[in-house]
């Protein structure tokens, strides 16, 4: 099953605007961890923001922030300001806890295609 | 630099033939992965490493694919009798222990 869903595989916004990438994931465990990262055409996977579960704020970073509402079990990336490098690919990912046949790892979705129109 | 490298950044091979590619992780960083990604699609975990030790292998890793660590420094990710769908970018990440770090990818096409 689907742990990870993305449900725009491509956005378009004006230079200078700000856009919203929406992601929404599925687990049961109460301990876990929210990830955004970005991946530009060179293919280097770059980490922007994480957000732990039991943060009670929404984490920001620079132009980058992460609007999480825990009870809809979303996690959506704004960024402000769009700048024409922020064309790429953005993934949002998931770091569930071990559990007994499965260590802890990061699981990625499937992927929003940004381009930012000058 | 000292980020995560990958070798070769390319690689083209004709089917039937063994691969390997390289990762050396930031020096620091004890745990190692590895992941696949196909056109279109997110990451796909592999394997795990924490130190030398693999932790966990995914089944999506057949048994033509093995993976080594050796002192807990560099890993390896061989891809023995290659098929046409093994063509896909490998992403080796390592991390203390939060985030992940990743390197730029080894593209693989198999001919």
């Known amino acids: 099953a689907q742990k990870i869903t993305q449900t725009q595989p491509g956005m378009f916004v004006q230079e200078k605007e700000a856009v919203t990438l929406d992601c929404t994931y599925d687990?049961?465990?109460?301990?876990?961890?929210l990830f955004w990262y970005k991946q530009p055409s060179s293919g280097e996977m770059i980490f922007l923001i994480y957000q732990g579960s039991y943060d009670e704020q929404n984490a920001t970073e620079g132009r980058y922030s992460l609007n999480f509402q825990k009870a809809r079990k979303s996690a959506n990336l704004v960024i402000s300001a769009s700048q024409l490098g922020d064309s790429a690919m953005y993934f949002c990912a998931m770091r569930e806890p071990p559990t007994k046949t499965s260590y802890d790892k990061v699981i990625f979705g499937p992927g929003t295609s940004l381009s930012v129109i000058p | 630099d000292t980020g995560v490298s990958q070798d070769p950044r390319h690689k083209i091979t004709k089917r039937g033939q063994n691969v390997t590619f390289r990762c050396d992780p930031i020096s620091e960083h004890n745990r190692l992965y590895w992941y696949r990604q196909t056109l279109g699609q997110g990451p796909e975990f592999l394997t795990y490493?924490?130190?030398?030790?693999?932790?966990?292998k995914s089944r999506l890793l057949s048994d033509r694919f093995s993976a080594e660590r050796p002192k807990g420094s560099f890993s390896t990710l061989e891809i023995q009798r290659t098929e046409q769908g093994d063509s896909a970018m490998y992403l080796c990440?390592?991390?203390?222990?939060?985030?992940?770090?990743f390197g730029s990818g080894t593209r693989l096409t198999v001919v």
């Open positions: 990440a390592s991390s203390p222990g939060l985030a992940y770090t």
């Open positions: 687990t049961s465990d109460q301990s876990y961890g």
């Open positions: 490493f924490q130190n030398e030790a693999q932790l966990e």
